[in-house]
C-alpha cells in the first residue's frame, strides 16, 4: 500500500467516523426532543402546537439516518478498498448534500411559526393564571418552563396580577412533581433573587442560539462530505482504491 493511499483511505475512515457520530447524535437529540415535546404541550388546548414542534425533531432525525447510512458506506468503501462502494458513496453523499441543504432551507421557513406557536402557548398559560383559570397541569408547565429557562411570566413578574407571582419566578425554587401544581403566589423572592426576564425574550433567544448551533453544525457535516466526495474521486482517480 502506498503512502498515498494509506493517507487517503485514513482521511476518508477518520472523517467518515465523525459522520457516523454526528448523524447518531442527530438521531438521539430529535428522538429525545419528540418524545419530551409533550412534557411542555400536555395541555389539552396547546395539542395544536404541540404538532408544530415535528418540522423540527423529524428533520434531525432524518438527517441523523442519512448520515449514519452515508458514513458507514464511506467507512466499508475506504477500508475494504472496493471501488463500488466508493461509487455507491459519493453517488449517496451529493444526493444527501442536496437534501440536507433542502431540510435547512425549510427549518428556516418555518422556524417563525414553530416560535411564534410556543410564545403563544407561554402566554395562554400565564393568562390562565392572571384569570385565575388555571388548571393543575397549567401550573406544572409554567413551574417547569420558569424553572428550566430561569425567566418569570411572559415579560417579567408583571405579566401577573396583584396577588403575586408564582414560586418558580425566584431562583430558589426546585422544580419538583409533587409541588409542580402550586403556584406559592408571593409578591417577593425574600433572600432569594427574581428573575427579571420574561420568558417570551428568554425562550426566542434559546431557541434561535439552538437554531444557529444546528445551523453550524450541519453546515460542518456538508463540508466534510464534500470533502471525503473529492477523496473518495482523487481516489479513483489514480487508482489508489481498486
Known amino acids: 500500500m502506498g503512502c498515498c493511499e494509506f493517507i487517503m ?3 476518508l475512515v477518520i472523517i467518515n467516523s465523525i459522520v457516523i457520530l454526528s448523524g447518531l447524535a442527530l438521531l438521539v437529540t430529535g428522538g429525545v426532543y419528540l418524545s419530551k415535546a409533550h412534557e411542555y404541550f ?4 396547546l395539542n395544536e402546537y404541540s404538532s408544530d414542534i415535528k418540522p423540527i425533531a423529524i428533520p434531525l432525525m432524518v438527517i441523523g439516518g442519512i448520515l449514519l447510512v452515508v458514513g458507514s458506506v464511506g467507512c466499508c468503501g475506504a477500508i475494504s478498498g472496493k471501488s463500488n462502494l466508493l461509487n455507491i458513496y459519493i453517488t449517496v453523499v451529493i444526493l444527501t448534500v442536496i437534501v440536507e441543504v433542502a431540510v435547512c432551507v425549510f427549518c428556516v421557513v418555518k422556524k417563525d411559526a ?3 406557536a410556543s410564545v403563544k402557548g407561554g402566554e395562554y398559560l400565564v393568562n390562565n393564571v392572571y384569570y385565575g383559570n388555571a388548571t393543575d397541569t397549567d401550573i406544572a408547565a409554567i413551574n417547569s418552563i420558569q424553572y428550566l429557562l430561569k425567566c418569570c411570566g411572559t415579560t417579567g413578574k408583571d405579566s401577573y396580577n396583584s396577588s403575586g407571582f408564582p414560586r418558580s419566578c425566584c431562583d430558589d425554587y426546585t422544580y419538583e412533581d409533587a409541588t409542580a401544581g402550586n403556584l406559592n403566589l408571593g409578591l417577593s423572592c425574600g433572600d432569594a433573587e427574581l428573575y427579571t426576564d ?3 425574550d428568554t425562550f426566542t433567544q434559546n431557541f434561535n442560539d439552538i437554531g444557529l448551533g444546528i445551523g453550524v453544525i450541519v453546515g460542518i457535516i456538508i463540508v466534510f462530505e464534500l470533502f471525503c466526495v473529492i477523496a473518495a474521486c482523487v481516489s479513483k482517480k ?3 482504491v481498486a
Open 238 to 240: 489514480h487508482d489508489m
Open 114 to 116: 414553530i416560535l411564534d
Open 9 to 11: 483511505k485514513t482521511i
Open 42 to 45: 400536555d395541555v389539552e388546548e
Open 198 to 200: 420574561g420568558c417570551t
